[in-house]
């Protein structure tokens, strides 16, 4: 498969909200059910939820951009949850009117040019959005979550850490990501591994409701493994859990 060009990535993300209205399959993916789609952000506010508990990370009354915040997920989770003070962004204009209509503060822009000062945020969050993000330009997109973040902020990813081929998905393996964000000032202070998905990888294509057996065999087997390489690399992760400190 071809990977999308960058004009092409900005509109697959700009009007997907346009064609998916399912707030989940709009970030993870458009062609699934909702119970498959959960399975995603589930495991993924385990991971956060549980690096800063263990980690003693206080983000409540902190400022915090979450990037890509698409319908308002992670600008409702940290705000709710955690108490923090959060803004947004998104190239969608519909997913921006859906996070203001909820009371958020979020601003349609891109994450290669973010319309903030220097230095005016705690933290910034990114849930699978600059694995997205053409190679090219990932770099000028890490720049600028080095720019807003207040000297001693932390940026704090879950992104794809193996060579995922979807044309949509331009996944770095953990040292490209730390050489990428070491060149714009930020140290990777955590890692876990993530997203495993075992059963779902290697369960044959041909049986029947293979999705709904392979994603609810790999509930607990997920938990546990998350657990396990909890500040660990690992090699059949298909993402990590990456903080990175300015």
């Given at each position: 498969?071809?990977?999308?060009?960058?004009?092409?990535?900005?509109?697959?993300?700009?009007?997907?909200?346009?064609?998916?209205?399912?707030?989940?399959?709009?970030?993870?993916?458009?062609?699934?059910?909702?119970?498959?789609?959960?399975?995603?952000?589930?495991?993924?506010?385990?991971?956060?939820?549980?690096?800063?508990?263990?980690?003693?990370?206080?983000?409540?009354?902190?400022?915090?951009?979450?990037i890509?915040?698409?319908?308002?997920?992670?600008?409702?989770?940290?705000?709710?949850?955690c108490?923090?003070?959060?803004?947004?962004?998104?190239?969608?204009?519909?997913?921006?009117?859906?996070?203001?209509?909820?009371?958020?503060?979020?601003?349609?822009?891109s994450?290669?040019?973010?319309?903030?000062?220097?230095?005016?945020?705690?933290?910034v969050?990114?849930?699978?959005?600059?694995?997205?993000?053409?190679?090219?330009?990932?770099?000028?997109?890490?720049?600028?979550?080095?720019?807003?973040?207040?000297?001693?902020?932390?940026?704090?990813?879950?992104?794809?850490?193996?060579?995922?081929?979807?044309?949509?998905?331009?996944?770095?393996?953990?040292?490209?990501w730390?050489?990428?964000?070491?060149?714009?000032?930020?140290?990777?202070?955590?890692?876990?591994?993530?997203?495993?998905?075992?059963?779902?990888?290697?369960?044959?294509?041909?049986?029947?409701?293979?999705?709904?057996?392979?994603?609810?065999?790999?509930?607990?087997?997920?938990?546990?493994?998350?657990?396990?390489?909890?500040?660990?690399?690992?090699?059949?992760?298909?993402?990590?859990?990456?903080?990175?400190?300015?």
């Open positions: 498969m071809n990977r999308l060009t960058n004009t092409e990535y900005e509109d697959y993300w700009t009007s997907i909200h346009n064609s998916v209205h399912d707030d989940l399959a709009s970030v993870c993916f458009s062609d699934k059910p909702f119970y498959f789609n959960r399975f995603f952000d589930r495991i993924q506010k385990f991971a956060i939820t549980k690096y800063l508990i263990k980690e003693g990370i206080n983000v409540t009354g902190k400022t915090l951009l979450d890509g915040c698409d319908r308002k997920r992670w600008l409702s989770f940290f705000e709710k949850k108490g923090s003070i959060v803004t947004g962004i998104d190239l969608s204009e519909y997913a921006i009117r859906v996070c203001q209509s909820n009371g958020f503060r979020a601003f349609r822009a994450i290669t040019q973010m319309p903030f000062r220097d230095n005016c945020f705690d933290f969050s990114s849930i699978t959005v600059l694995l997205h993000l053409p190679y090219e330009l990932k770099e000028k997109a890490i720049a600028e979550i080095s720019r807003v973040l207040n000297p001693g902020g932390k940026a704090i990813l879950i992104e794809g850490t193996w060579k995922d081929p979807s044309p949509h998905v331009f996944g770095l393996n953990i040292s490209e730390e050489r990428h964000f070491n060149k714009c000032g930020l140290n990777l202070v955590h890692k876990s591994g993530h997203c495993f998905n075992l059963f779902r990888m290697n369960l044959p294509q041909y049986l029947p409701f293979r999705d709904f057996f392979a994603i609810h065999l790999d509930y607990l087997l997920e938990y546990g493994l998350m657990n396990y390489f909890y500040g660990k690399q690992c090699k059949i992760a298909l993402q990590h859990l990456m903080v990175f400190e300015k």
